[in-house]
């Protein structure tokens, strides 16, 4: 599986923007990025998802580098429900639907202050 | 909102003891995969289910684990003999490839 680099931690303040990075410098042509974020004794919750283009849903936007070795987890203004570890996954997704299993790493762990 | 419902969502067995965990994927949802998380460790996927049969199964998957829709809306996991090691948070998730909806999970206690 290809490979994914995140910072163990990070920390922001309530409601100023963050940005989570994610190297990922073996993706192939059909690997789609692919974010989920795990709050504290929950489920993992899915964020976002792209492949070569920005993205943008109600939770975050997804910035994706033209080489598409990198791409950067935006969330627009924080809040203390945002504190979760974020995964950035790279997943191949089948052309007839389905896809691998999701490989989670150690992903980083967001901190928010009040 | 729709969820997926996992049942229990807490148990505590003896070592060599059968185990099936229950959930209740979304209704329109065609994919299901049962993920683990051993404490203070990272998720593990350990199968995928589609079109009534495995489509994907790690190496953590081995004999002693086996999946089932027996009714066309529940999906269980079971494990024939549970061994300590299988102590673990386990997430039963629905969706498709490209958004999977995770349950609360199920914490699971070998003694």
């Known amino acids: 599986d290809a490979k994914t680099t995140q910072p163990n931690s990070m920390e922001s303040n309530e409601e100023e923007p963050v940005h989570l990075p994610c190297n990922h410098s073996?993706?192939?042509?059909?690997?789609?990025i692919h974010w989920y974020r795990q709050l504290p004794s929950q489920g993992p919750e899915y964020v976002i998802h792209?492949?070569?283009s920005n993205v943008n849903n109600r939770m975050a936007s997804l910035a994706i580098a033209e080489d598409r070795k990198s791409s950067t987890l935006i969330l627009h203004r924080a809040t203390l429900r945002d504190a979760a570890v974020y995964y950035c996954?790279?997943?191949?997704?089948?052309?007839?639907?389905?896809?691998?299993?999701?490989?989670f790493g150690k992903g980083t762990h967001l901190i928010i202050q009040p | 909102e729709p969820e997926v419902t996992q049942t229990p969502s807490h148990q505590v067995t003896q070592m060599g003891q059968e185990v099936i965990l229950r959930c209740v994927p979304i209704?329109?949802?065609?994919?299901f995969y049962w993920y683990r998380q051993i404490l203070g460790q990272k998720v593990e996927f350990l199968v995928s289910?589609?079109?009534?049969?495995?489509?994907?199964k790690s190496e953590i998957f081995d004999d002693q684990f086996s999946v089932e829709r027996p009714d066309g809306s529940n999906f269980t996991l079971k494990i024939r003999s549970t061994k300590l090691e299988d102590s673990a948070m386990y997430f039963c998730?629905?969706?498709?490839?490209?958004?999977?909806?995770f349950g609360e999970g199920s914490r699971l206690t070998v003694l």
């Open positions: 209704s329109n949802h065609l994919y």
């Open positions: 792209g492949l070569t």
């Open positions: 289910f589609y079109n009534n049969e495995i489509s994907e």
């Open positions: 996954i790279l997943l191949h997704m089948y052309s007839g639907g389905g896809a691998d299993g999701l490989t």
């Open positions: 073996t993706i192939s042509g059909t690997d789609y």
């Open positions: 998730a629905s969706g498709d490839a490209a958004e999977l909806f």
